[in-house]
């Protein structure tokens, strides 16, 4: 056998992947609705460019849209909800990542490190030329999820404009992206786009009241605001201290006027020690950050610039910690400073 390059990415089932294993779709009825019709009447495009923020169900909906055509094909033989029957072989298949016409492409897994890889590189992105090239059985179709395209390297994008360039019959791509405007147009331009807006707060409370029983009410509740119509995001935040997480972050910005940087920094080492709990913090605190923003625009707050700047410096801050291997707690130190220094320049 081979040795595996060091570094090398590699596709592996994770048994707790939620979109792959998930055949309910909450919401989204408009977007489901343009999908269907485009399949059942024989016209799907050679890629959907799948768009909206994490963890609002675009990666379901696309095992879904690759579940139907993989059993129906583009004909209106199945439901006209794109479902597919639990016990069908495909659907069991595309549970253990084994269907022969469905292939992922994400970040792999470094074989050194055991740790997910930063970018998704050209390599992964390659597999869709071999991929596409093999024949079909039975008239088969072929089905390439790339989850998610944000995080392609230039090269990577380079290889993928070219899968877009030759599409072979009978394949489709489905692009998912958190933020489409970072791809390049002549990508956007290739795909046929669908947006997935926040789900409303009902829906994602009667997803958490059904896949979280135990969760209190009074939890739920705060997990429902904190989401922000993402069930993926309440998922998260439910689990690995997140609710704790997120308050953390909302307690730096409320006393950013008057910091207490013993504190933060206590609060540092405390989320350093966490699994993910950096990023995880970083999120939260853009997040609320975000909101207020928001709430202030809607008031007619001014002098707003200097509030969307430091909202854009946390991110990015954050996101080269986590890409980087920086010292977190630094990272969490100069972001309440930076929060400090904005704070005193006029309140949100």
């Given at each position: 056998m081979a040795k595996r390059?060091?570094?090398?990415?590699?596709?592996?089932?994770?048994?707790?992947?939620?979109?792959?294993?998930?055949?309910?779709f909450i919401g989204h009825v408009e977007a489901l609705g343009r999908v269907a019709r485009a399949i059942r009447l024989g016209r799907p495009p050679q890629a959907w460019l799948l768009t909206g923020p994490p963890g609002v169900g675009k990666a379901t909906l696309?095992?879904?849209?690759?579940?139907?055509?993989?059993?129906?094909?583009?004909?209106?033989?199945?439901?006209?909800?794109?479902?597919?029957?639990?016990?069908?072989?495909a659907t069991l298949q595309v549970k253990a990542a084994a269907h022969p016409g469905l292939v992922v492409l994400k970040r792999g897994i470094n074989a050194d490190t055991g740790k997910t890889m930063t970018?998704?590189?050209?390599?992964?992105?390659?597999?869709?030329g071999g991929f596409f090239?093999?024949?079909?059985?039975?008239?088969?179709?072929?089905?390439?999820i790339i989850d998610t395209a944000d995080d392609m390297n230039d090269h990577a994008a380079n290889a993928l404009l070219k899968a877009l360039e030759e599409p072979p019959?009978?394949?489709?791509?489905?692009?998912?992206?958190?933020?489409?405007a970072r791809l390049l147009p002549t990508i956007r331009s290739r795909c046929r786009r669908l947006d997935l807006k926040p789900l409303a707060d009902a829906d994602?409370?009667?997803?958490?009241?059904?896949?979280?029983?135990?969760?209190?009410?009074?939890?739920?509740?705060?997990?429902?605001?904190?989401?922000?119509?993402?069930?993926?995001?309440?998922?998260?935040?439910?689990?690995?201290?997140?609710?704790?997480?997120?308050?953390?972050?909302?307690?730096?910005?409320?006393?950013?006027?008057?910091?207490?940087?013993?504190?933060?920094?206590a609060l540092a080492e405390k989320i350093a020690r966490m699994d993910d709990g950096v990023d995880a913090f970083g999120r939260y605190l853009q997040k609320a950050?975000?909101?207020?923003?928001?709430?202030?625009?809607?008031?007619?707050?001014?002098?707003?610039?200097?509030?969307?700047?430091?909202w854009e410096k946390v991110g990015s801050s954050f996101r080269r910690t986590d890409g980087l291997h920086l010292e977190p707690r630094q990272t969490i130190v100069s972001a309440s400073r930076a929060l400090s220094e904005t704070a005193r320049r006029g309140a949100l």
């Open positions: 390059a060091r570094g090398e990415p590699v596709e592996v089932h994770d048994p707790t992947n939620a979109p792959r294993d998930t055949l309910a696309a095992y879904r849209i690759a579940r139907y055509l993989l059993v129906f094909g583009a004909t209106d033989r199945g439901p006209d909800d794109l479902s597919v029957a639990p016990n069908d072989p970018v998704l590189g050209v390599d992964e992105i390659r597999k869709l090239g093999l024949t079909s059985g039975a008239g088969g179709w072929r089905i390439a019959q009978r394949s489709l791509l489905l692009v998912l992206a958190n933020a489409p994602v409370d009667t997803e958490l009241t059904q896949r979280l029983p135990e969760l209190s009410a009074k939890d739920r509740t705060a997990l429902v605001k904190l989401a922000g119509g993402s069930i993926g995001a309440a998922l998260s935040l439910a689990s690995d201290n997140g609710l704790a997480i997120a308050a953390e972050a909302e307690r730096v910005i409320d006393h950013a006027a008057a910091p207490d940087f013993a504190a933060t920094l950050l975000s909101e207020r923003i928001r709430a202030r625009a809607r008031s007619g707050g001014a002098r707003l610039e200097r509030w969307v700047e430091l």
